[in-house]
């Protein structure tokens, strides 16, 4: 059994749509990615909570293959919460509030069981947290990271730092030309293939997603559509169930050519369609692999000629 | 053979883009559309001049299997001009400067051979005038038409009748929105089936191209990306491309199967990524069947999975 190695963010989120609001949800990067991936198998999650958080949603991550023996509750200490709203434009989130809570002073420490993870996804958290988990990793076969924007500004040198030390990142387009400082998401993508991940996958929103492998030559870029979405409901969270889902499909068939890498990022792609459809885990908790495996052929589908 | 008729503007353009600037240089949608078209097979066009447009462009067009038998020139006249720029944005121009010039009183007149027409493209112009096109031909096989945010906007009702008498309509993704009223692609995609056309497509610049057939529903949408490009010297004529190609491969196959349409899309992306890649036709008009073919493939690798 190849458990998946999370870590990163559990948070709750306060949301506004143009489709409705929600207080105090569930949230945060390593919760979707937990979620995801937990369609796929099983998987052992690293963050950290307050005192505050539900008992429910403890419950909930419990009940779904999700081994919950790294997360820690601080005593005292305050759940991550973020508010923000997408009324303008859902592919952009505007950041009314974030209150770090018991982030602030996190310090992820893995149980030993945890320790011999063969594959692992850091999830958006700072960059020199990702760092300080793969020191604890053992001998990992295969690493995705994801960030953004925030610590590309202020932490760019360890974002980096990172990228040399993981296979593959995975990053949204605005993100991708931001780091390599390009116009163009296809010259970012094989820029970023010579800073040290053997694979880049550029996320653009409704317009699916790229992977560039090799030296990203025009034959070694993969192009994977978008499920067709009518109404985004909720975009918080895509991303990061679209990683999960390409982690979750990787752990679980151990395959590492770039054909099943390929269809991770398919697998990817139809996890986060759900994902938008609902706010919080609304959507995705109501997923099951059936449907999964009935989106993933409406895909192949879209792209037959 | 399947002889292609292509109505629309011929034009000289003054562009700027990051990449530099061209003034009164060959332009216009029939000369994109009838410049990609001739890779594919001959095509007769039919437009109007001014007695200023260069003879040099008329040897150029003539000397690519494209028929001027239906090109007007109006003595005394001038030819229609375009000046803009994409400084701020490569998919959308800004607009300096338009003169009609003989584009003010233009009344397409078919000569009596080009009435047999089996397959027809309909270029950006007027409404009115393509649907004065239509009545001159007697039983086409296959019409494509394609528009502009402009026509939306000053003659919604006259576009809407053009879709009534079309097999296929071809708009980006800002004009299907706004010719639909809808926030969503995929929505406005489906919706503007119900219009009349039995095929819509839906450009989306760098992102590629959606082909809905059928009423739209999940399995009835054909995604293709775009050739990877890293810098797009001049976008001008792209969607102009996309459709002669498009057009092209269809008249030169005679084959109306939806496979066979989406693989009449690529040919149209792989058409229009050349396109692109310099300013006026200055690229267009150096590919070869053979560079085109090698595209194709190249695209065909981009999405097997």
Redesign the interface.
């Known amino acids: 059994m190849n458990e998946l190695l999370i870590v990163g963010s559990v948070a709750l989120d306060s949301i506004e749509t143009p489709e409705g609001v929600v207080e105090n949800a569930l949230g945060g990067a390593a919760t979707y990615g937990a979620t995801a991936a937990s369609l796929y198998g099983p998987v052992n999650l690293v963050g950290v909570v307050g005192e505050d958080f539900p008992a429910e949603h403890v419950e909930f991550l419990s009940g779904r293959n999700i081994d919950l023996a790294g997360l820690q509750t601080i005593i005292g200490g305050k759940t991550f919460r973020w508010k923000g709203d997408y009324l303008e434009d859902l592919n952009a989130a505007v950041t009314h509030e974030t209150q770090l809570g018991v982030f602030e002073h996190f310090e992820p420490n893995l149980p030993d069981r945890y320790r011999d993870a063969d594959y692992v996804f850091l999830a958006n958290i700072n960059p020199s947290l990702q760092l300080a988990v793969l020191e604890q990793v053992r001998a990992p076969k295969f690493v995705l990271c994801d960030t953004m924007n925030l610590w590309i500004n202020i932490a760019r040198e360890d974002v980096l730092k990172v990228f040399e030390k993981v296979d593959i990142a995975v990053l949204n387009d605005g993100e991708a030309k931001m780091l390599m400082e390009e116009h163009?998401?296809?010259?970012a993508g094989?820029k970023m293939l010579k800073t040290g991940p053997k694979y880049i996958i550029i996320k653009?929103g409704?317009?699916?997603a790229l992977l560039f492998s090799g030296d990203g030559a025009?034959?070694e870029?993969?192009?994977?559509?978008t499920?067709?979405?009518?109404?985004?409901v909720d975009p918080t969270g895509a991303g990061d169930s679209f990683a999960g889902g390409f982690m979750g499909h990787i752990a679980r068939t151990g395959d590492l050519s770039l054909?099943n890498l390929?269809?991770a990022?398919?697998y990817g792609t139809v996890t986060a369609s759900n994902t938008v459809q609902d706010f919080s885990l609304g959507a995705l908790k109501k997923v099951t692999p059936e449907l999964i495996e009935e989106r993933y052929q409406?895909v192949?589908?879209?792209?037959?000629?």
């Open positions: 163009s998401i296809i010259r094989r653009k409704e317009h699916g025009d034959n870029i993969f192009s994977c559509p499920f067709p979405i009518e109404t985004v054909e390929r269809r990022v398919v409406v192949k589908g879209m792209v037959k000629f």
